[in-house]
């Protein structure tokens, strides 16, 4: 058995790569971390990688159009020259709970060819040490799949660009593991503003460059991204994330990403004509907001219809979560 972690590192998430892999480092033999988009080598998260590996990749692309099981299917490659027969696939903003440290390795040994584990996912929420607690959003706690054994055949579909499977290969011989033994830390929303900021690019990209969806569809998708409806929170046990830099973790949610973020967004944004989309609702990242306003002398605001139309998907949304209870 040779257990691979595969970390892919893009659009500013290198700000919480410190935690991913302070968590990775005891239950891995070895971890590949492939940078993606415009990260040079003299970037300061490039030497932090560097304490923990010497396997680290990059992958130049044009930011604007990228394809993440492509990306992802990079790493898988990377992962099999180098003999792995195990892969945990975490995204840089993610780490794995304390208690999984203890309970990781074991619990992979235990895998055939193609099987897989699903843990409990919980989005910490404008912190480093609360989650969203409630069931009424995409991003409250769920089952997501981060650990395969491979089958050595299997690949990533990269005809899904966006929002792929986290492993590759069916579902079929999936097993899930007790959040006693161990859990998967989101910090994505974390640092708020850095969020809206990608996800309001993720909007654009999906209008400009994947082209197959309207914006009532995309509106739909990232209908959660925008709207908390009063989300209820949890503290987080203090040893679920002891083995984790304390420091480096309130830098999470400090850090300020906006220079970075104005060039990705108003180079979307510049020579468009801001009324075609002026009802995506994007509006809520600042940047964005302040450009539309520069641009067109007044705000920015979906009409009627739209917002209609998202109220009625929040009702269906609430009546479906019902009827699972």
């Known amino acids: 058995m040779k257990i691979i972690s595969l970390v892919p590192v893009g659009y500013k998430e290198s700000f919480s790569l410190h935690a991913c892999l302070e968590s990775l480092k005891p239950i891995s033999d070895e971890i590949i971390v492939l940078y993606d988009g415009d990260i040079n080598k003299d970037d300061i998260s490039v030497k932090y990688s560097e304490k923990f590996t010497d396997k680290i990749y990059f992958n130049n692309h044009n930011i604007y159009n990228f394809n993440s099981s492509k990306l992802r299917n990079k790493l898988l490659s990377l992962g099999r020259k180098h003999d792995g027969t195990h892969y945990i696939f975490l995204d840089a903003d993610e780490a794995f709970s304390n208690n999984f440290i203890?309970?990781?390795?074991?619990?992979?040994?235990?895998?055939?060819?193609?099987?897989?584990?699903?843990?409990?996912?919980?989005?910490?929420?404008?912190?480093?040490?609360?989650?969203?607690?409630?069931?009424?959003?995409?991003?409250?706690?769920?089952?997501?799949?981060?650990?395969?054994?491979?089958?050595?055949?299997?690949?990533?579909?990269?005809?899904?660009?966006?929002?792929?499977?986290?492993?590759?290969?069916?579902?079929?011989?999936?097993k899930y593991i007790n959040e006693d033994k161990g859990y998967v830390l989101h910090y994505q929303f974390s640092n708020w503003d850095n969020f809206l900021n990608k996800q309001s690019y993720y909007m654009l990209?999906?209008?400009?460059?994947?082209?197959?969806?309207?914006?009532?569809?995309?509106?739909r998708k990232y209908f959660f991204s925008f709207f908390e409806f009063n989300p209820h929170v949890k503290e987080v046990s203090?040893?679920?994330?002891?083995?984790?830099?304390?420091?480096?973790?309130?830098?999470?949610?400090?850090?300020?990403?906006?220079?970075y973020w104005k060039k990705v967004l108003y180079d979307f944004l510049k020579n468009k004509d801001l009324k075609k989309i002026s009802n995506l609702n994007i509006w809520n990242s600042k940047i964005c907001f302040e450009f539309y306003l520069k641009q067109e002398k007044k705000k920015p605001n979906l009409n009627f219809f739209e917002k209609i139309k998202l109220i009625l998907y929040f009702i269906k949304f609430n009546i479906i979560n019902i009827f699972k209870k």
Not at 150 to 169: A, P
């Open 238 to 259: 203090k040893n679920d994330y002891e083995h984790l830099n304390l420091d480096n973790l309130k830098k999470i949610v400090s850090y300020n990403h906006d220079s």
């Open 102 to 174: 203890k309970y990781g390795r074991e619990l992979i040994s235990k895998l055939k060819r193609g099987q897989k584990y699903f843990m409990k996912w919980v989005s910490m929420w404008k912190s480093y040490n609360y989650y969203r607690s409630d069931n009424k959003s995409i991003w409250s706690p769920k089952f997501k799949d981060f650990i395969v054994c491979d089958d050595f055949i299997s690949k990533f579909n990269e005809d899904i660009k966006f929002h792929e499977s986290r492993t590759f290969g069916s579902n079929d011989l999936a």
């Open 205 to 219: 990209r999906e209008i400009y460059n994947i082209k197959k969806e309207t914006i009532s569809q995309i509106n």
